[in-house]
């Protein structure tokens, strides 16, 4: 009796041990996979709409924003105090305004809306919305959009209590941005 008791403790011992171990790994993965989707250099950046991008927040200063991101690759002059600070390698760019820090910030595609060529951004929200979503996909994520616009072959969707705004060509994202509230 005491031999089939000892057996059956050893087994649970050595069940909660490799559990235990294959939890923890299966944690330390989850934890790197969201350390680099909430990364400005990773992969993947995580869009959170009226908040941010990574760990670019809206209000955050121009130095803040080249502290997590670098040097921007352009940068326009929008007006007085007013600037538009572009990563066309990464296919992003942030609207800043001196004394109020980010307030938009632009997610583009290689699709040619603009006449500025940049890289496909890589960022999407947490429902996988990013570049080349489609528009189904966009109202299962977000449902009716509180406007829609079509100009020739761009369909723009609108969701102002999200600060989201999407640029569809070809029923595909092509650009998007999200704003500060």
Known sequence: MKSKWSSVIVFTICTLIVFGCE?????KNVSQ???ETNSSLGSKLLVKPCIGVGD???GMTEDELMHHFGKPERVENRGPGKH??????????FYVIDDV??????FTSQIAISPLKSNDSTAMTKEG???????SQIKVAYGKSC????NGDLKY?????????????????????IRKK
Do not use: C, P
């Open 23 to 27: 939890k923890k790994e299966n944690n």
């Open 56 to 58: 670019i927040k809206f």
């Open 129 to 135: 919305i990013g570049i080349g979503a489609s528009e």
């Open 84 to 93: 538009l600070m572009m990563y066309l390698s990464k296919g992003i760019s």
């Open 147 to 150: 406007s829609i616009k079509v």
């Open 157 to 177: 969707m609108n969701y102002e209590d999200l600060g989201l705004h999407f640029v569809l060509l070809s029923d595909k994202v092509a650009k998007f941005t």
């Open 33 to 35: 996979d969201s350390n």
């Open 101 to 106: 820090g980010i307030q938009r910030v632009t």
